[in-house]
């Protein structure tokens, strides 16, 4: 059973604001991930990280920022949210290399 | 370029009638693919992961198989609960040590009673 969340499920957020979400895995997995998701489209890599303090950019361009302080822990930041930020964000982890990922239930983003 | 495509986009079957999606890819050296099955709303749910031509995987009324071109869900007997949105994904040979993976669009199936 995965054990992987994210706070908060829901947002409404205005032009501008700072905005971090949540996520946190008991699994002990080094790999984390974090992933866009437009309705009816693919899932595309915006971070990941192979361990504490280890990360990097995924293959869409993104300007948002991760840390990765804790090993459970993997939190997103968007200094100042747009309209264009608005989508659904999924966090994910995985034990070990060719092992599925597990995924967060998202946090729905939308910024008015 | 590496790429996962699936079809069909959507999927409408009668309870207990049998089908198969289909996911192929491309890929340079696959060392992975993967099955998820995702509720509207929800993150992926992980169902399979298959590594080399001719590996099956079961479970209950799902069966993943794969070929070196293509890989097929088949559902057999579904149920309305089996409605969702399955997604393929593969993790090529570049990327073994950080895990990425190509997505798939996913396939919407419907099942109705």
């Known amino acids: 059973e995965a054990d992987i969340y994210q706070t908060p499920r829901y947002l409404v957020i205005g032009t501008g604001k700072k905005i971090t979400l949540e996520c946190s895995q008991t699994?002990?997995?080094?790999?984390m991930y974090w992933y866009q998701q437009d309705p009816g489209m693919e899932l595309h890599l915006i971070h990941y990280?192979?361990?504490?303090?280890?990360?990097e950019k995924g293959d869409l361009s993104s300007e948002s920022t991760v840390s990765r302080i804790r090993t459970e822990h993997f939190p997103l930041t968007l200094e100042s949210a747009r309209p264009s930020h608005t989508s659904q964000y999924l966090c994910?982890?995985?034990?070990?290399?060719?092992?599925?990922?597990?995924f967060g239930p998202g946090t729905r983003l939308t910024v008015t | 370029e590496d790429q996962v495509t699936q079809s069909p986009e959507a999927l409408r079957l009668q309870e207990g009638e049998s089908s198969s999606l289909n996911c192929s890819y491309t890929?340079?050296?696959?060392?992975?693919l993967f099955w998820y099955r995702q509720d509207p709303g929800k993150g992926p749910e992980f169902l399979f992961t298959?590594?080399?031509a001719g590996e099956e995987k079961e479970k209950e009324r799902l069966k993943a198989t794969l070929t070196k071109k293509e890989s097929f869900l088949h559902i057999t007997a579904p149920k309305p609960e089996d409605s969702a949105t399955y997604l393929c994904?593969?993790?090529?040979?570049?990327?073994?040590?950080?895990?990425?993976?190509?997505f798939g669009t996913g396939t919407r199936l419907q099942v109705f009673p």
């Open positions: 994910a982890s995985s034990r070990s290399t060719g092992y599925g990922q597990y």
């Open positions: 699994m002990g997995h080094d790999k």
């Open positions: 990280s192979y361990g504490v303090n280890s990360t």
């Open positions: 890929v340079s050296g696959l060392r992975g």
């Open positions: 298959l590594y080399s």
């Open positions: 994904a593969v993790q090529d040979g570049r990327s073994y040590n950080t895990d990425k993976l190509i």
